[in-house]
């Protein structure tokens, strides 16, 4: 199981970006995708998750701002970043495993692999 990251760069507050995050070696058909972010100092948040039946997972401060989506053709899910501040900059990664039970979404210890990070800086 392979994950690629990308898509981080500069971005000014208000603007938009968007992730990608393509799979290798397994189905997003039945692995549950997340996206954490992370900051120096601070502990890896959960910023959103689409499970395998394609339901889609918010953490409260992405929540109206951020849209989650997947290509399973392309086995590849997107994160859609709209309405940018400044304190969405940091490391973004991308996460699978294939059993996640609905109260772990967002937690990094339910996750078995990861990609690399992308980073992005939302500055004006």
């Known amino acids: 199981v392979q994950l690629q990251a990308s898509g981080g760069g500069l971005v000014q507050p208000g603007g938009s970006l968007r992730l990608s995050c393509a799979g290798a070696g397994f189905s997003m058909r039945t692995y549950t995708i997340g996206w954490f972010r992370q900051v120096p100092g601070k502990e890896r948040e959960g910023v959103s998750s689409i499970r395998y039946d394609g339901s889609a997972y918010y953490a409260e401060s992405v929540k109206g701002r951020f849209t989650i989506s997947r290509d399973t053709a392309k086995n590849t899910v997107y994160l859609q970043m709209n309405s940018l501040k400044p304190e969405d900059t940091a490391v973004y990664y991308c996460?699978?495993?294939?059993?996640?039970?609905?109260?772990?979404?967002?937690?990094?210890?339910?996750?078995?692999?990861w990609g690399q990070g992308t980073d992005f800086t939302v500055s004006s």
């Open positions: 996460a699978t495993s294939r059993s996640i039970i609905m109260s772990t979404l967002f937690s990094e210890r339910a996750y078995a692999y």
